[in-house]
Nanobody, 127 residues
Framework: QVQLVESGGGLVQAGGSLRLSCAAS????????MGWFRQASGKGRDFVAA????????KFADFVKGRFTISRDNAKNTVYLQMNKLNYTDTASYYC????????????????????WGQGTQVTVSS
């Protein structure tokens, strides 16, 4: 079993950047597809990005393409989400997740495919 802890959230002005980290423990993340989701107040949880086990292949939601990048350091058991050009609509709680399985990363754009979740970190973008 893997435990996930997100960090790096906070308050940022529109147009600014933040880097979220997800530190894993209990199991090497190298065996998992890793993903990021977000949930705005009163809304459902949306897929943001995912990354293949070796860190080569990412997948992004359309609304973050060109602004966010996802990366992982399996040696540090950590996944990152670099968020640039933030706007008010990016305000949400951001969750890190880990998925077992052996499908291509494109498959992992649904929360139903993830078995492990962190507690979330709040990102607030002021306009």
């Amino acid at each position: 079993q893997v435990q996930l802890v997100e960090s790096g959230g906070g308050l940022v002005q529109a147009g600014g950047s933040l880097r979220l980290s997800c530190a894993a423990s209990g199991h090497p993340i190298s065996t998992f597809i890793m993903g990021w989701f977000r949930q705005a107040s009163g809304k459902g949880r949306d897929f943001v990005a995912a990354i293949s086990r070796n860190g080569v292949t990412p997948k992004f939601a359309d609304f973050v393409k060109g602004r966010f990048t996802i990366s992982r350091d399996n040696a540090k058991n950590t996944v990152y989400l670099q968020m640039n050009k933030l706007n008010y609509t990016d305000t949400a709680s951001y969750y890190c997740a880990a998925a077992n399985g052996f499908y291509l990363v494109d498959y992992y754009d649904s929360e139903d495919h993830y078995g492990y979740w962190g507690q979330g970190t709040q990102v607030t973008v002021s306009s």
